[in-house]
Structure formats: structure tokens, C-alpha cells
């Protein structure tokens, strides 16, 4: 029948790509509601710097979820666990998210040394784009953390920071693959 797909067992990177693709979805959620909680404190700055996070995540899914399609794997949307609602202030939010890329980082290591196992050598070239991405992630948290704790106690700083914030654009391969 056309369309229909094979029962057929999932192979190990199969598995560990669906696994990453459901967690790039869950940090996109991550930052949706670290934006919404900005939203609530006025801190719309910071809040338009999470909407171009939450945006570039999903990108991060797509990219794999079309991985997925084009070997002829089969995409398995996942239960997705909500997000935190609230920090304690600006700087526990961007650490809390600093410490959530560094765990991506390691995912990213853990898979490319899987692909790598399994002798995978379409899915390694493909997570390179991934492990250098993050490089990026965690140098661009580490930054903004640095620059948060430095106005923690001012409101005057930190009302320069969220206009500092707010200039944040989406970067060039987001833009366009997201219509942006
Ligand atoms: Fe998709 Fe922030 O790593």
C-alpha cells in the first residue's frame, strides 16, 4: 500500500536521534516560557532574547526531524515534560538554561560517538553542524549570565541590559528556514 511504512526494529542511532530531536523540542518550550516569565516581569528585552532562543531550537528539531525523514527512519514524537514556569530571578533563568545546553553538549558527544560505534558515517557528517552549534550555545549563555550578574543589583543596569537584550535577531540559516 503506498505510504504505508514498515514495521521494521529501530536501529540505535535511530533511537538516539528521535531522543535528541524530542529534547531540542522540550528546550524550545524551555525558552517559550522563560519568554512568557519575562513577559510577566516587564523585562521584554530578555523576553524577545528567549523568543529568538525558542525559535532557533525548533530550528535545531526541524534540521533533525528532516534528517530523520531523509534516511527513511521513522519520527517518533515523544511525551515532551513541561518546562519550568518561574525563576527566582533573571540570572537563575540563564543559568538554569546555561546548564541545560551544557547537557545538550554532552547528548551531542554521546550521539556523535554512537554514530561513530555504529560505523554511521552519514549521521556523524550530519551532527558536526550540532557539536559546533553548540560551542556557539554555550559561549552565547555563558556571556549573557556574565553580563546579568554583573547588573543583578541595579535596576538601572539591568534596565540597559533588557534594551540590550531586546535587539537580539534571529540568526541568518533560523531567519530563513523559519520564514523570519
Ligand atoms: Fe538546540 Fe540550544 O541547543
Known amino acids: 500500500m503506498a505510504g504505508a511504512r514498515q514495521e521494521r526494529k529501530q536501529n540505535k542511532v535511530e533511537t538516539a536521534l528521535n531522543k535528541q530531536l524530542n529534547e531540542e523540542m522540550y528546550s524550545s518550550n524551555m525558552y517559550r516560557s522563560m519568554q512568557a516569565h519575562f513577559m510577566h ?41 513541561g518546562p519550568p514556569t518561574s525563576w527566582d530571578s ?18 551531542f558527544y554521546k550521539l556523535y560517538k554512537l554514530a561513530e560505534d ?10 558536526q553542524w550540532f557539536v559546533s552549534e553548540q560551542v556557539e550555545e554555550e559561549a552565547m549563555l555563558e556571556e549573557a549570565c556574565a553580563k546579568i550578574r554583573r547588573v543583578a543589583d541595579s535596576p538601572a543596569g539591568m534596565y540597559m541590559l533588557d534594551r540590550e537584550f531586546s535587539g537580539r535577531a534571529a540568526d541568518t540559516a533560523t531567519a530563513s528556514a523559519e520564514g523570519i
Open 118 to 127: 555504529e560505523n554511521d558515517i552519514a549521521t556523524r557528517i550530519f551532527l
Open 41 to 81: 516581569e516587564n523585562l521584554t528585552g530578555f523576553a524577545k532574547w528567549c523568543d529568538v532562543q525558542a525559535q532557533e531550537e525548533n530550528y535545531h528539531a526541524r534540521r533533525i526531524f528532516d534528517f530523520i525523514i531523509e534516511r527513511g527512519w521513522n519520527v517518533q514524537i515523544q511525551h515532551i515534560q
Open 90 to 107: 533573571p540570572l537563575a533563568a540563564f543559568e538554569a538554561a546555561l546548564g541545560h545546553e551544557r547537557s545538550l553538549t554532552q547528548a
